[in-house]
């Protein structure tokens, strides 16, 4: 069972939304795209993010009024996106409840940064995860401890940077995942042990280090991880 955050991206550049989604679910969350307000509402009745990520303007409406539909609803974090970069309107959308305000150009990586940052506040963090069990091939992750069971009962300890490593290689199998994705917010930048760290976790995980099966190497691309992941509850 998944409990990755459901997050919706308002946003009518396609190139921009396109980005912004698929960065969003590299690093781990279920994210949606919406290409008008109209959509969003739409969507919004069926199923409540945790997050909505608005461009204040959308062909259809201004997205001030969204802003202001969703403002009361204290589970749900707003972020706005816009090309808006004046004092006025970044204060008007803070009043009007959004959590954080971005303005473009920006980095995918500082809205990642963001999200987290209001997901934690709103009580959807990264410690819904701790609580689930990961099975994958003949192995089980137990995040609340940080280890590995195999089936034949061998126990392998993960060091607390190899476990969010491998949680963020769950959450992209079967997709390629570049070096800078994998290092995420934990490790510096430009930190070459990422390869003793990925080299450290074949030896744990893989029947042959050498020739992993798990966690391949993609050359001039990243890594991808190859086995399906379910999930279920610690009942510990």
Not at 81 to 110: N, Q
Not at 132 to 145: E, M, P, R, V, Y
Not at 146 to 166: C, P
Request: with cysteine.
């Amino acid at each position: 069972m998944s409990t990755e955050a459901l997050i919706y991206v308002i946003e009518d550049e396609p190139d921009l939304g396109r980005l912004i989604t698929e960065t969003l679910v590299d690093f781990g969350y279920r994210a949606q795209l919406f290409t008008t307000g109209k959509e969003a509402e739409r969507s919004l009745l069926r199923d409540r993010p945790n997050l909505c990520v608005i461009d204040l303007g959308l062909p259809d409406m201004d997205g001030l009024n969204l802003v202001r539909q969703l403002h009361d609803d204290d589970e749900m974090g707003i972020i706005i996106i816009s090309g808006r970069a004046s004092l006025p309107d970044k204060v008007l959308g803070l009043e009007l409840g959004a959590d954080d305000y971005l303005a473009k150009p920006f980095e995918p990586r500082e809205l990642i940064a963001r999200a987290k940052s209001i997901l934690r506040r709103i009580g959807h963090s990264e410690k819904e995860i701790d609580q689930q069990l990961a099975h994958f091939g003949d192995w089980t992750f137990h995040s609340s401890n940080l280890t590995l069971r195999h089936q034949d009962g061998r126990i392998e300890n993960l060091s607390a940077t190899e476990a969010k490593m491998l949680q963020v290689l769950f959450n992209s199998s079967g997709r390629i995942i570049s070096r800078d994705q994998l290092l995420g917010d934990y490790l510096e930048p430009y930190d070459r042990s990422i390869d003793v760290r990925i080299s450290r976790l074949r030896k744990k995980i893989e029947t042959d280090p050498q020739q992993p099966e798990l966690i391949k190497t993609i050359y001039g691309a990243g890594y991808m991880f190859t086995a399906k992941v379910t999930w279920s509850k610690d009942a510990s």
